[in-house]
């Protein structure tokens, strides 16, 4: 394959890297609100929410980590 296309697939795995780090600081983000709206606001659907928001940013966090195995197996395979 060409070098412009494993630049390409490089810039992409660099950004979903970065994506990932972001990810684990609006994980920690959702669970502090989650508790604070269980246990400090008492909103009648709080844990229906929390849950959502929870829910939400696992699969965020799945997708994102099953496209970082898919670039480097992308890259691994322009490598060889």
Do not use: W
């Not at 502090?32 to 400090?40: F, G, H, N």
Request: aromatic share 4%.
């Amino acid at each position: 394959m060409n070098l412009c296309s494993k630049q390409k697939i490089e810039k992409k795995l660099t950004n979903l890297y970065k994506q990932e780090k972001r990810d684990t600081l609006q994980g920690i983000i959702v669970l502090i609100v989650s508790v604070l709206c269980l246990i400090v606001i008492k909103f009648p659907y709080s844990i229906m929410i929390a849950g959502i928001a929870i829910a939400l940013h696992t699969i965020n966090t799945v997708l994102t980590k099953l496209l970082i195995k898919n670039y480097e197996k992308m890259r691994n395979n322009l490598s060889v």
